[in-house]
């Protein structure tokens, strides 16, 4: 167990991104009051979420791919600090657009393959199966919004 990769960094990200949220929300979108609270109780809801199905796509990952991930807690905290990085990158780099995403994506990607030292050819299909388990629990949660229950 490489205790730096596995507890350290994922902490140093986890601490920084959260406490980091707030403050980047409130200078770049210009928000304060009422409609900043909303927006980081959202950023800070996608956070727990992001990790739960996260953890969710892990598994089905790994069950595809045969990859061993980790433990579910250290794995839970890996992906906390990923998620919460870059939802302030991403609020920091929204205003340059496509190129923005971009960019989260880089971080995105180079977060899970240093946190859990995946091959390339894992790598992509890691984060494409986490981005399959996001989209197909958004349009769910969506659809089941609209229909009124």
């Known amino acids: 167990m ?5 507890r350290w960094v994922p902490l140093v ?33 996608y956070l727990v979420l992001g990790t739960a199905l996260g953890i969710v796509a892990l598994l089905i990952a790994g069950h595809f791919l045969g990859v061993n991930y980790g433990r579910i807690g250290t794995v839970a905290l890996k992906l906390a600090g990923t998620f919460a990085m870059t939802s302030v990158i991403r609020v920091l780099v929204a205003p340059v657009g496509c190129m923005g995403m ?9 977060l899970l393959q240093y946190l859990f030292e995946l091959e390339p050819v894992d790598l992509i299909w890691t984060a494409l199966i986490i981005w ?16 009124g229950g």
């Open 2 to 6: 490489d205790e730096t990769r596995d």
């Open 13 to 45: 990200l986890l601490t920084v991104g959260v406490a980091a949220l707030g403050p980047v929300l409130a200078i770049v979108i210009g928000v304060d009051g009422r409609l900043g609270r909303w927006m980081l109780i959202g950023a800070l809801t």
């Open 102 to 110: 971009l960019i989260t994506l880089a971080v995105f990607l180079g």
């Open 132 to 147: 399959l388990v996001q989209v197909a629990a958004f349009v769910l949660l969506t659809n089941s919004l609209l229909a």
